[in-house]
């Protein structure tokens, strides 16, 4: 026997929510087989199979919240497998040999008439042969006759979902012809006795849970917005001298690293050297202690299916616009596809977050605790623009915001750090230099 346990998955995660079974009860499988995806309050992960077998029991169901090393099914391994596998097919050839069943015989008008055409009991007979361990445990729990509850599946198996639908009243159950014993009370359905919901029937309404990261997400930053002094100060970005460098270089970028030039390099860059020249801002509060923290591992936010996800592009001063373009777009793959690791997503000194793809042209970012600062940047739109006393000229602004903590920072120095990061924009080739 090989049990199915919830493997380890980070020093900061303790439990997870199943979100779907790839198998069902009494289904072989071989080492490495996919069993399960697992959904964490950071990442969705895949549970392999440890060792071949027959999916003998699934403990825990989809929507059950799981604790890491918690045992959640067992495979029935060696021969203690090969031998299940032979009883349970068995009758399944028995019923191909039997011959067409006659009529069914007019029902009874007497109890004793009807006794003598009851199914047989839980235990007896094909159907409690065909039926997997948990769905004769849960059958014998709950009063069920096997004969009576019908299958899903092809062949005839029966799980223990069949029974407990049936058990308690749902479309398995639905389909049966009520029993016919006079002395049989009959089962009330605790979801058929529910009421229907009142309402307005013109002004439909739909509920759904919410999934576990949109949960952890929601937490996080009200978290956030209650545990730090967070203030925001805005400035203005002229993106001329970028847009120049990438219509001149963009083409030749390209051939040579086989990716596109954006912008984010040139913010991730920028953040960097004003980082260096204002640590307070890449530093976190540590009870009564301020870490001052000497690397910049920055966490670019992206929009994925499930929520906001920050993977974290790792060392960036020690990276060219090259390597920083290929990082994001990798990890910016991963989050699409749900691929990303906890690894992709742990640390991170500072963040910044682009509403501007979505057309947003000014917002307050919230803190990605434990961090202290984040930058937000906002879509490019043409303004005029004064140049001198007497000129005016159509520019493409952005704004920009930082959102900090004001417990470290103070306003000065986070408007000055605002600053640093619009002078190294307008001027690219400084970031050669500072960053």
């Given amino acids: 026997m090989s049990d199915i346990k919830v493997p380890e998955m980070g020093e900061s995660v303790t439990e997870g929510t199943i979100l779907r079974w790839t198998v069902a009860e009494g289904d072989a499988v071989?080492?490495?087989?996919?069993?399960?995806?697992?959904?964490?309050?950071?990442?969705?992960?895949?549970?392999?199979?440890?060792?071949?077998?027959?999916?003998?029991?699934?403990?825990?169901?989809?929507?059950?919240?799981?604790?890491?090393?918690?045992?959640i099914g067992r495979i029935r391994t060696g021969d203690a497998a090969s031998s299940t596998t032979g009883t349970a097919s068995a009758?399944?050839?028995?019923?191909?040999?039997?011959?067409?069943?006659?009529?069914?015989?007019?029902?009874?008008?007497?109890p004793k008439a009807a006794e003598a055409?009851?199914?047989?009991?839980?235990?007896?007979?094909?159907?409690?042969?065909?039926?997997?361990?948990?769905?004769?445990?849960?059958?014998?729990?709950?009063?069920?006759?096997?004969?009576?509850?019908?299958s899903a599946d092809p062949i005839g198996r029966l799980y223990s979902g069949d029974v407990k639908s049936f058990a308690d009243g749902g479309p398995a159950a639905q389909?049966?012809?009520?029993?016919?014993?006079?002395?049989?009370?009959?089962?009330?359905?605790?979801?058929a006795a529910q009421p229907a919901p009142s309402g307005d029937p013109l002004k439909p309404v739909e509920r759904q849970r919410m999934s576990r990261r949109r949960q952890t997400i929601a937490t996080r930053l009200v978290e956030a917005q209650h545990n730090a002094a967070m203030l925001t100060t805005f400035n203005e970005v002229d993106m001329t001298a970028i847009l120049d460098?990438?219509?001149?270089?963009?083409?030749?970028?390209?051939?040579?690293?086989?990716?596109?030039?954006?912008?984010m390099s040139f913010f991730t860059k920028a953040v960097v050297g004003a980082l260096k020249a204002f640590p307070a801002v890449n530093a976190e509060i540590d009870g009564d202690e301020v870490v001052y923290k000497k690397f910049y591992d920055i966490g670019?936010?992206?929009?994925?299916?499930?929520?906001?996800?920050v993977p974290v592009v790792r060392d960036a001063d020690r990276l060219g616009f090259a390597e920083i373009e290929k990082s994001i777009a990798g990890l910016a793959t991963k989050a699409r596809d749900n691929q990303l690791a906890l690894s992709d997503l742990q640390g991170g000194t500072f963040t910044i977050t682009n509403g501007g793809v979505f057309g947003s042209l000014l917002s307050t970012p919230i803190l990605n605790a434990p961090q202290v600062g984040i930058l937000g940047m906002h879509k490019i739109q043409l303004r005029p623009v004064a140049i001198d006393a007497e000129r005016m000229e159509n520019r493409p602004m952005m704004y920009v915001a930082l959102s900090y903590d004001h417990r470290i920072i103070d306003g000065s120095e986070a408007v000055r750090f605002l600053v640093k990061v619009?002078?190294?924009l307008e001027d690219p080739e400084s970031l050669l230099i500072e960053s």
Wanted: no cysteine; charged share 30%; net charge negative.
């Fill in 30 to 71: 071989q080492q490495g087989d996919v069993l399960l995806e697992l959904e964490t309050d950071k990442v969705n992960l895949e549970v392999s199979a440890e060792s071949s077998g027959l999916l003998e029991s699934l403990l825990r169901q989809e929507g059950d919240t799981v604790q890491v090393g918690e045992v």
């Fill in 91 to 110: 009758p399944i050839g028995e019923e191909k040999a039997a011959p067409a069943p006659e009529a069914a015989p007019s029902l009874p008008s007497s």
């Fill in 117 to 150: 055409v009851s199914p047989p009991p839980a235990e007896s007979g094909d159907t409690s042969a065909k039926a997997s361990p948990a769905a004769r445990k849960l059958a014998r729990e709950r009063g069920v006759e096997l004969g009576s509850v019908p």
């Fill in 175 to 191: 389909t049966q012809p009520a029993p016919q014993q006079p002395s049989a009370k009959p089962s009330a359905s605790p979801k």
């Fill in 245 to 263: 460098v990438r219509k001149r270089r963009k083409d030749k970028f390209k051939e040579k690293f086989d990716v596109n030039l954006g912008f």
């Fill in 300 to 309: 670019i936010a992206v929009s994925a299916k499930e929520g906001l996800v």
């Fill in 422 to 424: 619009k002078e190294l």
